[in-house]
């Protein structure tokens, strides 16, 4: 039986989302350089998902990110980016709808 939280209830095959502590982790930096990026807006959008109030990361984005020496102006690829957009678009007809 599956749990909440485990990947096939999510509907996606692999999420490996982390958070702040995992993500400084990965690219061994502080928190600090991590919040300070969260901050600015400096970490691309399929590499960094709000949830909320909450910061989560995609971790395979993440290391992609990385080894390309994390780029400000990096497009993220892959699941995240489909995640992202299909996020974007349920919000934007909901307003629609609302409106």
Known sequence: MEQVGEPAALGTKNPRLG?????AAILDVPKSWI???TRRNAIPAGVMLR????VRFDLNQLLEWAKL???E???????ARA?????????AASQENAG
Not at 51 to 54: D, M, N, R, T
Not at 73 to 79: E, K, L, M
């Open 69 to 71: 020496g994390c780029p």
């Open 83 to 91: 995640r992202e957009h299909e996020v974007l678009g349920k919000r």
């Open 73 to 79: 102006s990096w497009q993220a690829t892959g699941t």
């Open 35 to 37: 919040y300070d990026r």
């Open 19 to 23: 958070n702040v502590t995992t993500a």
């Open 51 to 54: 949830v909320g109030k909450y």
